[in-house]
């Protein structure tokens, strides 16, 4: 009995010296606060900010050696914007109740777990949370003023990288822009004609009216298949997502949600989507401050929340739907009539909403995975090209077309007059 006994001296003292060691951070896993790199927001599904994933402004890939862009076609996701009206009446409530249960687990009931505790600089930045009171009903999905800010440095950028194009000022022959009928589309348009054209000439600027049913930038609100399909997890308990849910990996992350913000018993999926939610939103709103729901949430954690944002769109709206490809039928013929004319206008940009992009990248091809995302392969897709974290507010897919010019300078003669067509996003 006495080595036992001496084992556990030896392991006592050894836990005492770790904790000395550590002085107040004990048990902490993660703390947001001290945190500089923040590698989990760029993987904030659909919410997450454009700056943050966005070509870097050292990007050479509009310059294409012995050619000049002569036609730009632009199809843009409105940028960032408030949450839905339902949210805007049930977010505020439920975060306060969450808010609150949060303090009390730490402060009143001191329920934090033994291991992997909130450290406090994030605590006291979630108990000063409030609800922006500003953010009411009547300005439902409405652009914020950071949206307002990603697409006139859109359209700044544009003009930039392809002068050649956009020329200097506005002439209304050489340029058409379209946008949905809602206010956060119409608001881009017009943020981008100001990074274009400045605030006083954008004024001038009209767009071309959208047509109803609207095929070309709103095609799945016209389809039943596509609302039919859309239904599906509702309808099918064995549909991807759904199976995702009832994981191990997806339960177990939820009992760690849970358990590191003090809880003895598992948040409802629809409480940790309240706090991402949040989280993601106020992120982007104000993209330079600490969001302070992020706080409940640790890098591994919202990987596997953005793998099941990325499960629920990739059988929706991407390459796991049949259609999606024949849906983008009527932007891609736009496309490809508008770069193969001739004639003006040279510039066309859309401005529509994240499933008309999704639908866009599958009809081009473009980040597809040789396995499709399942609910039982998230250790191994980890690197995969399909995220929804590619499409964030501002989202934009720009095809460019080129004209060959011989280098007369460096004395190359080649007659070869053809055109190039380079895929990018600004
Ligand atoms: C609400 O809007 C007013 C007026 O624009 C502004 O002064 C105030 O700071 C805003 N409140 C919050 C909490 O952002
Ligand atoms: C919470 O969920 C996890 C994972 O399903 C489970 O192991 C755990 O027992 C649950 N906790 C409670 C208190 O129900």
């Known amino acids: 009995m006495v080595p036992r006994v001496l084992q556990v001296i030896l392991l006592l003292h050894w836990l005492v010296q770790l904790i000395a060691a550590q002085g107040n951070t004990c048990c902490e896993s993660y703390c947001y606060n001290d945190d500089t790199e923040r590698k989990q927001v760029k ?7 454009y700056e943050l994933v966005r070509a ?49 687990n730490y402060f009143t009931r001191r329920t934090p777990p033994d291991n992997g505790r909130m450290c406090d600089e994030d605590l006291e930045m979630l108990r000063n949370w409030h609800w922006d009171p500003n953010i009411t009903e009547q300005y439902d999905a409405h652009l914020t003023e950071q949206g307002w800010e990603d697409l006139k440095y859109l359209g700044l950028r544009a003009k930039e990288k392809y002068w050649q194009v956009f020329g200097t000022g506005y002439q209304p022959s050489k340029f058409m822009f379209r946008h949905t009928k809602t206010q956060r589309t119409e608001a881009s348009f017009k943020a981008f004609a100001e990074g274009l054209f400045g605030r006083e000439e954008s004024q001038r600027v009209s767009p071309s009216p959208a047509t109803d049913p609207d095929l070309l930038l709103k095609p799945y ?18 549909s ?11 339960t177990g992350t939820v009992w760690d949600i849970s358990q590191r913000l003090g809880f003895r018993h598992n948040l409802s999926v629809a409480q940790v989507e309240a706090l991402w939610d949040a989280c993601r939103y106020e992120q982007a709103w104000r993209i330079s401050r600490p969001s302070p729901f992020c706080t409940a949430f640790t890098e591994d954690q ?16 991407s390459y796991g739907y049949a259609h999606s490809q024949d849906l983008a039928c009527h932007a891609m013929s736009d496309m490809l009539r508008h770069l193969t004319s001739r004639d003006d206008p040279s510039v066309v940009a859309y401005f529509t909403h994240d499933s008309e992009i999704q639908l866009m990248l599958v009809a081009l091809g473009a980040k597809r995975d040789s ?9 191994f897709m980890r690197n995969r090209q399909y995220t929804t974290s590619d499409i964030p507010f501002t989202a934009n897919i720009a095809a460019v077309k080129y ?12 007659s070869y007059n053809g055109h190039f067509v380079s895929y990018i996003s600004l």
């Open 403 to 414: 004209q060959y010019v011989s280098d007369v300078a460096v004395g190359k003669a080649r």
């Open 240 to 250: 991807e997502v759904n199976k995702f849910l009832r994981s191990a990996l997806f």
């Open 56 to 104: 870097p402004d050292t990007d050479r890939q509009h310059i294409v050696p012995n050619c000049v862009p002569v036609k730009f076609w632009l199809l843009s996701r409105h940028g960032t914007r408030l949450p839905g009206k339902s949210d805007i009446i049930e977010l505020p409530k439920q975060l306060k109740l969450l808010q609150d249960a949060i303090m009390d």
């Open 43 to 49: 993987h904030f599904a659909t919410k997450t900010v």
């Open 371 to 379: 396995t499709p995302i399942r609910a039982d392969n998230f250790p």
């Open 221 to 238: 609100d016209y389809c039943p298949d596509f609302e039919e399909n859309k239904k599906r997890d509702e309808r099918d308990e064995n």
């Open 302 to 317: 919202v990987r596997v929340l953005e793998y099941k944002e990325d499960l629920s769109y990739y059988y929706r709206t």
